[in-house]
C-alpha cells in the first residue's frame, strides 16, 4: 500500500478532492503533478465498498480517524469530494 504523508490536510474543515480508480491491482494514494489527487482501490464499486476503502486510505494519509471524513459529493462517480471534519 502506497500512502503520501498528507497530515498537512488533517485540518478541520478541508476539503478534499480526489478522482477514485476501483478495481486497480494495489491500493494506493497518488498525489500527481500539480496538486491533484488520485486514489487507486482493489475494491468493486458496488454498494459503497470502494467509498470505504477510499475513506481508509484517506484517513491513513491524513492521520485522522476515518469518523472524521464526510463524503459531501460523489457517492456513485470517480471525483469525490470529502471534507476533514472536526
Request: glycine share 10%; proline share 6%; charged share 25%.
Given at each position: 500500500?502506497?500512502?503520501?504523508?498528507?497530515?498537512?490536510?488533517?485540518?478541520p474543515?478541508?476539503?478534499?478532492?480526489?478522482?477514485?480508480?476501483?478495481?486497480?491491482?494495489?491500493?494506493?494514494?497518488?498525489?500527481?503533478?500539480?496538486?491533484?489527487?488520485?486514489?487507486?482501490?482493489?475494491?468493486?464499486?458496488?454498494?459503497?465498498?470502494?467509498?470505504?476503502?477510499?475513506?481508509?486510505?484517506?484517513?491513513?494519509?491524513?492521520?485522522?480517524?476515518?469518523?472524521?471524513?464526510a463524503?459531501?459529493r460523489?457517492?456513485?462517480?470517480?471525483?469525490?469530494?470529502?471534507?476533514?471534519?472536526?
Amino acid at each position: 500500500m502506497t500512502i503520501p504523508d498528507l497530515r498537512h490536510l488533517g485540518a478541520p474543515g478541508t476539503e478534499i478532492t480526489l478522482r477514485v480508480t476501483p478495481k486497480a491491482s494495489r491500493n494506493m494514494l497518488k498525489l500527481e503533478e500539480g496538486g491533484a489527487l488520485r486514489a487507486y482501490v482493489t475494491t468493486v464499486p458496488e454498494g459503497g465498498k470502494a467509498n470505504a476503502a477510499v475513506v481508509k486510505l484517506l484517513s491513513k494519509a491524513l492521520g485522522v480517524p476515518k469518523s472524521r471524513l464526510a463524503l459531501l459529493r460523489g457517492h456513485s462517480a470517480r471525483d469525490k469530494l470529502f471534507r476533514v471534519l472536526e
